[in-house]
Structures are given as C-alpha cells and as structure tokens.
C-alpha cells in the first residue's frame, strides 16, 4: 500500500450493494471461488458469532467468505427481512470509507499474506482494499467484486 501511496493510485471506495450473509457454523473454513479464476483464498475456522457473506456478482459466481463477528458489526447491518433458505439473509454495507488501489500492468501479479494468514495473488485490475482505521487489515477484491459491490467516492 505504501508503494501504492507513494505513487499517487490509492483512492478511497466504500462497499454499497447489498449481499446475502448467514451465520457460520463454527470450526466451517469458508473457500472464496471466483468464476473463470478458482479458489482465491481459503478462511481460518469460524469462531462463535462469525458470518459467511455471499456478494451478489454474477460476474464472480457470488463468491462467499468469511467475516468474523466484530468486523460483520462494524460493516453491516440487517435489513429486517427474515432469513430465507439455508439461513441467509440480506444484509447492507454500512458504507465505511476504505483505502484501495488497482493493481497495474507494471506492477504485474503478486503474492502477499493476509491478515487471517494465507497466501493471496493479486493480478492486474485487482483492487487491495485497506482498512484506513487498521492498517494490517488488506486484502485482495477481484476486480469483478470490486465492479459490483464498491462505489469510488475519491
């Protein structure tokens, strides 16, 4: 991300769209596939309280993956519906302000490790997404993803 800054691509964007989430089932790893690409990432086992949301994308095959409890509270909000089949339920983006830039042509594939500890490749067209209040917190959002649930606000 410094990189990034340095040279002037890091922008600000905010997930709006809204998705599906349901509870996790303690001890479930959730893997993130995205279509036309495979398995992006695999979670940490879930813990009590944690959350499996499902992005509404078409593009990407609605890739799911899991948000522990703290964060699902603090980035979303249920919109009153009843849950529906399988548990899941649809949930908005509180909107939070985040830190992100596209990963360029120059800067090529890359390997980097996230924050629940496993290995993510990101390819051009990619977006790193930061959480501006906790640094460590980046992460790798196809760009299709990115196209379907973001809005750039800078």
């Keep these: ?3 990034a800054e340095a040279r002037g691509l890091v922008s600000r964007a905010r997930k709006t769209k809204p998705v599906d ?5 303690p001890g479930e ?5 995205i279509a036309g690409e495979g398995k ?10 944690d959350w499996v949301v499902r992005n509404r994308c078409p593009e990407t095959g609605n890739e799911e993956y899991l948000v522990s409890a703290a964060k699902f509270e603090e980035r979303y909000a249920p919109i009153g519906k ?6 899941w339920r649809e949930v908005r983006p509180r909107g ?4 992100f830039f596209c990963v360029t042509p120059e800067q090529g594939r ?3 490790v996230a924050p629940w500890g496993e290995t993510m490749v990101a390819v051009p067209g990619d977006a790193i997404v930061q959480d501006p209040e906790d640094p460590g917190d980046i992460y790798r959002v196809a760009a299709a993803a ?3 649930t973001y809005d750039v606000i800078e």
């Design 82 to 87: 009843p849950p529906g089949a399988g548990g």
């Design 29 to 33: 790893a959730v893997v993130t596939v």
């Design 110 to 112: 890359f390997k980097f």
């Design 1 to 3: 991300m410094g990189q």
């Design 146 to 148: 990115f196209a379907c």
């Design 96 to 99: 939070k302000v985040m830190r």
């Design 21 to 25: 989430a349901r509870p996790a089932r």
């Design 40 to 49: 992006e990432t695999q979670s940490r086992p879930a813990e009590p309280g």
